[in-house]
């Protein structure tokens, strides 16, 4: 059974730095497709950012791309995500995400395409 973990949510000011940082455990996670989401208060969850297990290819959000990094280590089995340059409409509950249905990459942006989910971690930009 896959778990996914998120952690390193939390209080910045605008223009500051988090990372965030998801357990994923259960298997192995080559050939799966890894995301982040987010949802703010009274708005649908939508996409951040993906990335391919197996070899890294990556794809952003308009939003946040060339502020967010998304990374993952095999060795930990971890997937982290380096926000920088932080705004008050990034605030929302960021959720990891994942499938293995494909064993291709893809750039899979859609919350059905996931069949595993995390709690999520709460992150919150003053302004």
């Known amino acids: 059974q896959v778990q996914l973990i998120e952690s390193g949510g939390g209080l910045v000011q605008t223009g500051g730095s988090l990372r965030l940082s998801c357990a994923a455990s259960?298997?192995?996670?080559?050939?799966?497709?890894m995301a982040w989401f987010r949802q703010a208060p009274g708005k649908e969850r939508e996409f951040v950012a993906t990335?391919?297990?197996?070899?890294?290819?990556?794809n952003y959000a308009d939003s946040v791309r060339g502020r967010f990094t998304i990374s993952r280590d095999s060795a930990k089995n971890t997937v982290d995500l380096q926000m920088n340059n932080l705004k008050p409409e990034d605030t929302a509950v960021y959720y990891c995400?994942?499938?293995?249905?494909?064993?291709?990459?893809?750039?899979?942006?859609?919350?059905?395409?996931?069949?595993?989910w995390g709690q999520g971690t709460q992150v919150t930009v003053s302004s």
């Open positions: 995400a994942a499938d293995g249905r494909f064993s291709t990459w893809s750039a899979r942006m859609r919350t059905h395409e996931y069949a595993y």
């Open positions: 990335i391919f297990w197996t070899t890294s290819s990556r």
């Open positions: 259960g298997r192995t996670f080559g050939g799966f497709t």
